[in-house]
């Protein structure tokens, strides 16, 4: 592979996470709705599925920002390795 086509592999890649970094916000815009509703119905119960429901809310919002913060992490370094390859 010559220096060329591993810059246009980054090129694609770059653009391609930022298509996926589009659609996670929105599962993120989805769920931070969704969420909202779900506590609110939630709020007032001390069943143990409540407590299940409001936990994976959590999980899920907190797995929604870490890859979030991948693919920004993924994009920086091949931006960082593309510069480097001139």
Do not use: F, P
Not at 3 to 12: D, P, Q, R, S, W
Not at 45 to 68: F, P, Y
């Amino acid at each position: 592979m010559s220096i060329g086509e591993v810059k246009a592999a980054l090129g694609e890649a770059h653009r391609l996470l930022d298509q996926g970094r589009t659609t996670i916000e929105g599962v993120g815009t989805a769920l931070d709705e969704v969420s909202a509703l779900v506590l609110a119905t939630l709020h007032d119960s001390q069943r143990s599925e409540a407590a299940q429901a409001r936990k994976a809310i959590a999980d899920a919002i907190r797995e929604v920002k870490l890859v979030l913060r991948a693919a920004v992490a993924a994009q920086e370094n091949g931006d960082a390795y593309r510069k480097v390859l001139g």
